[in-house]
C-alpha cells in the first residue's frame, strides 16, 4: 500500500488532526475568507511568534499544515488584505485575530488602541500597533475524554421542566460546594449542586452563555464586569473563566466532565447560545476575529454603506445569516456542541435576527431549513427567543421549535396584579396558548412558560418592588426596562411587616402555580423558588458579585418545598401536563377540560369582556389507556382583592380533596359543594380515580 505524505484539507475549517502517526503530530489549519490575499497562523512559545503562511487554497479557504502545533499551543491568526472600510474590507495584518473555530481560549484583551484595527482617532484610517500581547490566544485542544456510557436523558418535552441558572452565581456562594470549584464547571457538576437540582425535580439545566465570551471595555472601566456573558466571541470554546483547572485548554475536559455528571443524574444540558452578533460591535469596535478575516461574509453590512453595520441585537452588529459562511459557522459550532460536548439543547438568543436573510424574519430562511434538515440536530431540543430590536415574533417559528412565550409572562403577571379584562387571555396561557398555536397545527410545548428569566426581576423583586434599582450599573438608573408588572403588595423592598410579607409569599406561589399547573413547558428562573433577591434590579448583567451569586445562607425552605411539591404534583399527573391542547369534556380525546365561571357556569362572550372578571375554574382531566382511571383536578384561580365563593364541579372520581394551593389556611372537607378562596390566591383540587 502506497504511503501518502500528511496533507491539509478545506474541511474541517479551524484546527484538525492531519496526521498522528508520526512521531510528532501533525496539524492543519483551514480559515475561509473570500476577501483575504494571505493567511498566516502564529504560533507563540514563551512569548516568542512563529508565523507560518497557510500555503493552499481551495475556493475561499486558506489552508496548510502548519509546524510547531500541538495539544496546548497557544495560536492566533494575521490576515493580509485590503484596507477599505467603505468596501466593507477591514483586513489590518497587524491585528492578532481569534480562530473563529477554536475550541479554547487562553487569556483576556488589553483594552488599547493595539486591539482596534482603524485609527481610534481617525476611523478611515488603517491603525498599524503590533496587537501581540494584548490580546488572548487560541489553544489546540485535545478531543479525547472517557464518556463512559454517558446518554442524553433525552425527557420529553411534555414532561420537560427547565430551570434556568449561572454557572458562577450558582455555586459562588455554596457552602457544600469545595471552595476551589466554587464559580465553575467543576462547582455545578459537584454533588451539592446536583443535588438541588434532582431534589427540587427539574429535568433541564440552562446555563445563561457559557461560549467564550468579551469583558467590554466600558464595563471594566467602571469597575464593573459582564456577569450575563451574551458577548460572545468563540462559538467553540468553553468561556475559560468558568473553569477550575484555568483556561489553558482543560477547560474542554472541565466542561465534558460537568455534562457527563448532570446527565448520570437523568438531567438535560441546555446552552443559551448567542449567534446573532458577536463581541466586535459596530465601525468604532475593536477587530478581534470576523471583522478582520472576512467582514463582508460574517456581518450584515448597510447596503450603499459597507462602512456601517446592520443592527437588529442592539449591540452594533447582526450576523450575516444570508451567507454561506456564516450560516456555516453557526452549524458547525452547533454540531460541535452536540457531538462533542454531548450537550441536549440550545435556546436561541434573539433568534429572530437568524431568521432574517433580507430584512424580515422568515419562517423558511436558510437559518431554520439548515437546522431542521440536520440529522444531528434532530434530537435536540431548539428553543427561540422570538423576537429582537426589530420585530416580536412569537407563534413563527417551526413546529418542531419551542418559544419563550413573551405573552404568558405578561399576561400571568397582569392577571395577579389585578390588571382589569385580562381573564380571557389569561386563560389562554393556562391552557397552552392555543390562541397562538393552535392556527398552525402546533402543540403547547411550542410554548416555554415563563413568569420571570435572567433579564427583569428575581420572583422575590417582582413581589417586592415597584420600581427597577439598577443603579449600581453606574447609569443612573436609566438602563433596563420599566417594569409595569411588578406588584409590591405593600411596603417596597425589605420589611418585617408580617402581613405584607404573607402577601408577598402568597403572590411568589401565585406566580410558581400558574407557571407550573398551565400547559406547556415551565421555565424557573434559578433561585426563584429559594426566594433570591437582587435589591431590586431587574438589569443585573454587569454585576459579577453577591447581588448577582445565589444567597445560600437566606433560602426560603417553605417556597422551595412549595416548588418541589408543585414540580411533583405536575410530573406525577398526566392531566397537568398534557401534550397536546385540551378539547372540551364532551369530546372524545385523551385530554379534556372545562373552564367554568367561579358560580360554576360556562362563561359567555360577556363574561370574558367583564373588566372586574378575577375568577375562573379549571376542570382538567386525563382518559388516556395508559392511564386509565387517572386523577382529575379544579384548578380555582382567584385574582380579586377579596375572597371569592366558588361553585365546586362534580368530582369526575373520588371526592374532590386538596391538592395544594397558596393559601396556608385553605382547608377542604368532603363532601364540598362550595369553596371560599381566599384574595388573590390559587386552589388546586384532586378527585382521586
Known amino acids: 500500500m502506497p504511503v501518502h505524505p500528511p496533507r491539509s484539507l478545506p474541511y474541517p475549517l479551524g484546527v484538525s488532526l492531519a496526521d498522528a502517526g508520526a512521531d510528532v503530530a501533525i496539524y492543519s489549519v483551514a480559515i475561509y475568507s473570500e476577501t483575504a490575499d494571505a493567511v498566516e497562523v502564529c504560533v507563540f512559545v514563551d512569548g516568542e511568534e512563529k508565523r507560518t503562511r497557510l500555503p493552499e487554497r481551495t475556493g475561499h479557504v486558506f489552508h496548510g499544515l502548519v509546524p510547531g502545533l500541538a495539544i496546548g499551543s497557544q495560536y492566533a491568526l494575521r490576515v493580509h488584505g485590503e484596507w477599505n472600510p467603505a468596501a466593507g474590507l477591514r483586513h489590518n495584518p497587524n491585528k492578532l485575530l481569534l480562530d473563529p473555530h477554536a475550541t479554547a481560549v487562553t487569556g483576556d484583551y488589553s483594552w488599547g488602541q493595539a486591539v482596534f484595527g482603524h485609527d481610534m482617532n481617525e476611523p478611515e484610517k488603517m491603525d498599524e500597533t503590533d496587537a501581540a500581547g494584548s490580546t488572548p490566544l487560541c489553544v489546540v485542544t485535545d478531543s479525547d475524554f472517557d464518556w463512559q456510557d454517558d446518554a442524553a436523558p433525552l425527557t420529553p418535552l411534555g414532561l420537560t421542566v427547565i430551570y434556568e441558572t449561572h454557572v458562577k452565581g ?30 427540587l425535580g427539574v429535568t433541564a439545566v440552562e446555563l445563561m452563555p457559557v461560549q467564550q465570551f468579551v469583558q467590554d471595555s466600558h464595563l471594566l472601566e467602571n469597575g464593573l464586569r459582564n456577569y450575563w456573558g ?62 478582520g478575516i472576512d467582514n463582508a461574509s460574517y456581518y ?28 456555516g459557522l453557526i452549524m458547525d459550532s452547533l454540531r460541535y456542541w452536540v457531538t462533542e460536548m454531548h450537550v441536549d439543547g440550545f435556546r436561541f438568543d434573539l433568534a429572530t435576527t437568524l431568521t432574517r436573510q433580507g430584512g424580515d424574519a422568515e419562517l423558511h430562511s436558510a437559518f431554520l431549513v439548515l437546522i431542521q434538515q440536520d440529522p444531528i440536530l434532530a434530537s435536540v431540543k431548539m428553543i427561540a427567543e422570538p423576537w429582537d430590536t426589530a420585530g416580536y415574533q412569537v407563534g413563527g417559528f417551526p413546529a418542531d421549535w419551542s418559544e419563550w412565550n413573551g405573552k404568558f409572562r405578561d399576561d400571568v403577571r397582569d392577571f395577579w396584579h389585578g390588571t382589569e379584562s385580562v381573564l380571557g387571555t389569561v386563560s389562554q396561557r393556562v391552557l397552552g396558548s392555543p390562541d397562538v398555536y393552535e392556527g398552525s397545527r402546533r402543540s403547547p410545548l411550542s410554548s416555554i412558560n415563563f413568569v420571570t428569566a435572567h433579564d427583569g426581576f428575581t420572583l422575590a423583586d417582582l413581589t417586592s418592588y415597584n420600581e427597577k434599582h439598577n443603579e449600581a450599573n453606574g447609569e443612573d438608573n436609566n438602563d433596563g426596562e420599566s417594569d409595569n408588572r411588578s406588584d409590591n403588595n405593600g411596603a417596597e423592598g425589605p420589611t418585617d411587616d408580617a402581613a405584607v410579607l404573607e402577601r408577598r409569599t402568597r403572590q411568589r406561589r401565585n406566580f410558581l402555580g400558574t407557571l407550573l399547573l398551565s400547559a406547556g413547558v415551565p421555565m424557573i428562573l434559578g433561585g426563584d423558588e429559594l426566594g433570591r433577591t437582587q435589591q431590586g434590579s431587574n438589569n443585573a448583567y454587569c454585576q459579577d458579585n453577591e447581588l448577582s451569586w445565589f444567597d445560600w445562607a437566606n433560602v426560603d425552605e417553605g417556597l422551595k418545598g412549595f416548588t418541589t411539591e408543585l414540580i411533583t ?13 385540551r378539547q372540551a369534556p364532551d369530546e372524545s380525546e385523551p385530554d379534556t377540560v372545562d373552564v367554568l365561571r367561579a358560580d360554576g357556569n360556562r362563561f359567555d362572550d360577556a363574561d ?17 389507556i395508559e392511564h386509565h382511571g387517572a386523577d382529575a383536578f379544579a384548578l380555582m384561580l382567584n385574582a380579586a382583592d377579596n375572597g371569592v365563593e366558588f361553585t365546586v364541579p362534580p368530582a369526575p372520581n373520588g371526592e374532590w380533596e386538596l391538592a395544594i394551593s397558596s393559601d396556608d389556611g385553605q382547608t377542604v372537607a368532603a363532601p364540598v359543594t362550595t369553596l371560599i378562596v381566599s384574595e388573590r390566591s390559587f386552589t388546586l383540587l384532586r378527585s382521586r380515580a
Open 569 to 581: 404534583l405536575r410530573r406525577e399527573n398526566p392531566a397537568l401536563h398534557p401534550s397536546w391542547f
Open 300 to 327: 450584515r453590512l448597510v447596503e450603499g454603506d459597507e462602512a456601517s453595520y446592520f443592527d437588529t441585537t442592539g449591540t452594533g452588529n447582526s450576523l450575516n445569516v444570508s451567507h454561506p459562511a456564516a450560516l
Open 608 to 624: 370574558w369582556d367583564d373588566p372586574e372578571a378575577r375568577a375562573i375554574t379549571y376542570v382538567l382531566e386525563h382518559h388516556g
Open 170 to 199: 450558582f455555586t459562588q456562594l455554596h457552602p457544600d460546594v469545595p471552595e476551589d470549584i466554587r464559580g465553575t464547571y467543576a462547582g455545578l457538576a459537584h454533588p451539592a449542586a446536583i443535588k438541588h437540582f434532582t431534589d
Open 230 to 291: 451574551y458577548n460572545s466571541l468563540g462559538f467553540f470554546a468553553p468561556h475559560g473563566d468558568y473553569s477550575s483547572a484555568g483556561d489553558g485548554g482543560a477547560q474542554v475536559n472541565e466542561f465534558k466532565a460537568m455534562v457527563k455528571a448532570l446527565h448520570a443524574a437523568g438531567l438535560e444540558v441546555i446552552l443559551d447560545v448567542v449567534y446573532n452578533h458577536t463581541a466586535e460591535g459596530n465601525h468604532m469596535g475593536p477587530t478581534l476575529s470576523f471583522k
